[in-house]
C-alpha cells in the first residue's frame, strides 16, 4: 500500500510561510489525484486543496485561494503545498491522502488510512 510521509510544518508567526511536503512509497503515486487536508483543533479533517495526476490541475478551497500553491513531481512521488500569508486560522496537522474526481470542499481521502500529519501552528 501507498506509504505517506508528511514534513515541513513548524511554528511560524503570521504573515510567514511554509512549504508542506508528503512523500510516498510503496505505490504507483502518478496515478492519484492527490490532496492536501487539514484538522484544526476541535474539527473534523478538510480538504484545502488537491490536484490532478494527469495535468496537474489544482483545486482550492475558498479560504485559500491566494495563499495556498499545491504542486506535485511525480518523479519524486511527492506533493508540496506552499502556504503563504498564514494566519492563526491557519494553525492545524497537515495531512496528504489521495482523492476523487472531481473535488470539492467535502471531498475525503480514499486510501483508508493517513500518515502522521505534520503540524502547523501560527502565532500572533
Known amino acids: 500500500q501507498v506509504q505517506l510521509v508528511e514534513s515541513g510544518g513548524g511554528l511560524v508567526q503570521a504573515g510567514g510561510s511554509l512549504r508542506l511536503s508528503c512523500a510516498c512509497s510503496?505505490?504507483?503515486?502518478?496515478?492519484?489525484?492527490m490532496g492536501w487536508f487539514r484538522r484544526a483543533p476541535g474539527k473534523e479533517r478538510d480538504l484545502v486543496a488537491a490536484?490532478?495526476?494527469?495535468?496537474?490541475?489544482?483545486y482550492y478551497v475558498d479560504s485559500v485561494k491566494g495563499r495556498f500553491t499545491i504542486f506535485r513531481d511525480n518523479d519524486k512521488n511527492t506533493v508540496y503545498l506552499q502556504i503563504n500569508s498564514l494566519s492563526p486560522e491557519d494553525t492545524a496537522i497537515y495531512y496528504c491522502?489521495?482523492?476523487?474526481?472531481?473535488?470539492?470542499?467535502?471531498?475525503?481521502?480514499?486510501?483508508?488510512?493517513w500518515g502522521q500529519g505534520t503540524q502547523v501552528t501560527v502565532s500572533t
Open positions: 490536484i490532478t495526476w494527469t495535468d496537474g490541475k489544482p
Open positions: 491522502n489521495a482523492v476523487v474526481w472531481p473535488f470539492s470542499a467535502t471531498s475525503r481521502g480514499t486510501l483508508g488510512y
Open positions: 510503496g505505490g504507483t503515486f502518478s496515478v492519484y489525484h
